[in-house]
């Protein structure tokens, strides 16, 4: 069984309004319910995790190599031309966010289903217009 390290709450520069500048500097910050990291079943219940910020979701039937792509960033890729590198440029932290469970009572909770939605580059330029 895997389990979910999940953010599991608010970066405070959610509720104030930024320059652009700021939005590139915070955009590297973990977001609420974005994937930190996937480890075996148990990992936490041995070593413990700051409950403030994080919570623990075990998915049953998901193994670890089956779920360790939800830690990767989300990024924009960008070709160049022939006899060049593309460039490569992070627009978050995280690509993954589960959704349905950042509001559970448990701070470590098993589940049958997850809601995992995937971010995109329109919904993340949707959300720094806003602010």
């Not at 909770?109 to 995937?118: F, M, Q, W």
Request: proline share 1%; glycine share 4%.
């Amino acid at each position: 069984m895997a389990e979910f390290l999940i953010y599991n709450k608010d970066h405070w520069s959610k509720s104030v309004k930024l320059t652009e500048e700021q939005v590139e500097k915070f955009k590297g910050c973990y977001k609420n319910g974005d994937v930190v990291e996937v480890r075996e079943d148990g990992y936490w219940d041995k070593r413990g995790f700051n409950k403030e910020a994080f919570r623990v979701v075990k998915k049953v039937g998901l193994e670890v190599a089956d779920a360790i792509h939800y830690i990767e960033p989300l990024e924009k890729i960008t070709v160049s031309e022939v006899g060049e590198e593309d460039k490569v440029e992070t627009l978050e932290r995280r690509k993954y966010q589960i959704t349905n469970v950042v509001t559970a009572e448990s701070k470590i909770a098993s589940v049958e289903d997850l809601t995992i939605i995937t971010k995109t580059e329109l919904s993340v330029s949707s959300i720094e217009a806003e602010r």
